[in-house]
């Protein structure tokens, strides 16, 4: 079966620099979710899609965006890049309420 | 506030069956699941419960008493692959999850 799909797995970037994060999610899953994980911590709530319209906010710091697009990927912008915003960025698809993860992004900011 | 509860780490024997532990506080609720995380990787799902009671699965089952505002994950004839955190997860009144800390469980031969 289809699963998340998280591109790119890895990524190195300087401080200040810009980077984007891509999401598909699973076919026909209504709501799609980013999180946060640092080491040792569990998944922050950044943002929520659902139908490609905005519909939570977490602690995504002002320096992010995220979208949904007409064919359903989403994509988180960072910019002006922390190295505290080294950490395991995470896309999840739902529908009936049960999300189903990615295989995440691991972000670092050297 | 909302708080979810469950033991920092657990230990067991290969073979052997374990129960984690979750107990959580939310405003609203719409279902608390439990997910398996091991290093570096993605939580996978592994069970949700929104009705008292137990649901099995396998080696795994979980178990809900909404007025105790308390889970169990229960996982059966362990094996050294289950090694990994556990995440308890509540959804509150709008679907978010909120997460608790997670559970680390070494599984020893």
């Known amino acids: 079966a289809a699963g998340v799909i998280q591109s790119p797995r890895h990524l190195i970037k300087e401080k200040r620099e810009t980077a984007t994060l891509k999401c598909y999610p699973i076919?026909?899953?209504?709501?799609v979710y980013w999180y946060q994980q640092g080491p040792g911590q569990d998944p922050q709530f950044l943002i929520s899609f659902y139908e490609k319209m905005q519909s939570d906010k977490g602690s995504i710091p002002d320096r992010f965006s995220a979208q949904q697009f007409s064919d359903y990927h989403s994509e988180l912008n960072m910019s002006s890049l922390e190295l505290g915003d080294s950490a395991l960025y995470f896309c999840?698809?739902?529908?009936?309420?049960?999300?189903?993860f990615g295989a995440g992004t691991r972000l670092s900011v050297l | 506030g909302q708080n979810i509860d469950q033991p920092t780490e657990m230990t067991a024997t290969e073979g052997a069956i374990v129960q984690i532990n979750c107990t959580y506080q939310t405003s609203g609720f719409n279902g608390l699941f439990w997910y398996q995380q091991h290093a570096g990787e993605a939580p996978t799902f592994l069970s949700y419960n929104v009705l008292d009671g137990l649901e099995e699965k396998g080696r795994f089952s979980s178990f809900l008493s909404r007025s105790k505002g308390y889970s169990y994950l229960l996982l059966k004839e362990l094996q050294m692959k289950d090694s990994a955190s556990y995440l308890c997860a509540v959804s509150h009144s709008n679907y978010q999850l909120i997460w608790g800390a997670g559970t680390k469980l070494i599984i020893k031969p």
């Open positions: 076919p026909r899953h209504d709501t």
């Open positions: 999840a698809s739902a529908t009936k309420n049960i999300q189903y």
